[in-house]
C-alpha cells in the first residue's frame, strides 16, 4: 500500500480528516497526517502578482519529501501556474499542492458553507493526487480527473474518476 503523508500551512481540523478519508476509500492509500504545520518559504511569493508560484512550492517541497511516500501540501495561499491567473492546484515529483484560497465560497462573496468548502477541497485533492498517480485530464465533466477552469467546474465534478480513468490505475 503506497502512503500519502498530508501536510498543511494551518490547521484545517475536520476538513483534512474527511479529505484523508476520501483518499483512502478513492485510491486505497495509507493516508497520515503531520500534527505540525508547516510554513510556506517567503521565496515563492510574486509581488508583482500577489500570489505564491505553485512551482516554486512544489520544488521546495519535494526535497523534503521521504523516497518511499507521496506528499500532499494543504496551503491557504493562492497560487499561480504558467500560463494561468491562478490555479487550485498541482502536482509533479511526487508533491501534490492544494490551494484553498479559490474554495472558500467567501473568496466570491458568499457567504461560508463548510459541506460546500470541504466537498471542493477532496475534489482538488482527489484531482491532484491522482496525478501523482500518474492520471492525467479527463473530458468528462462529472470524473475528478476534469481540468477545472474555474469553479463552477469543480462543483460539477465529482470526487472519484471515471470508469475509464479508474482502468488506467490498475
Ligand atoms: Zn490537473
Ligand atoms: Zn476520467
Redesign the pocket.
Known amino acids: 500500500m503506497r502512503r500519502l503523508r498530508i501536510i498543511q500551512s494551518t490547521r484545517m481540523g475536520k476538513v483534512t480528516e474527511v479529505i484523508a478519508e476520501r483518499l483512502k476509500e478513492v485510491y486505497g492509500l495509507d493516508v497520515v497526517i503531520d500534527k505540525e504545520t508547516f510554513s510556506i518559504t517567503p521565496h515563492s511569493f510574486n509581488a508583482l502578482r500577489r500570489q505564491h508560484d505553485a512551482i516554486a512550492i512544489v520544488e521546495t517541497l519535494s526535497k523534503t519529501k521521504k523516497e518511499d511516500e507521496l506528499l500532499l501540501a494543504l496551503i491557504d495561499v493562492d497560487v499561480y501556474a504558467p500560463g494561468l491567473n491562478y490555479c487550485f ?1 498541482i ?1 509533479f515529483k511526487g508533491v501534490a499542492v492544494v490551494s484553498t484560497y479559490r474554495l472558500d465560497p467567501r473568496f466570491y462573496g458568499l457567504p461560508y458553507d463548510e459541506s460546500l468548502y470541504s466537498e471542493r477541497a477532496i475534489k482538488e485533492a482527489c ?2 493526487v491522482g ?1 501523482l498517480l500518474g492520471l492525467k ?1 479527463c473530458n468528462d465533466p462529472k470524473c475528478v ?1 476534469y ?1 477545472s477552469n474555474w469553479i463552477h467546474d469543480t462543483d460539477v465534478k465529482g470526487y472519484v474518476p471515471c470508469a475509464r480513468c479508474i482502468n488506467k490505475l490498475r
Open positions: 492546484g502536482a484531482h491532484e496525478h485530464h480527473m481540468f
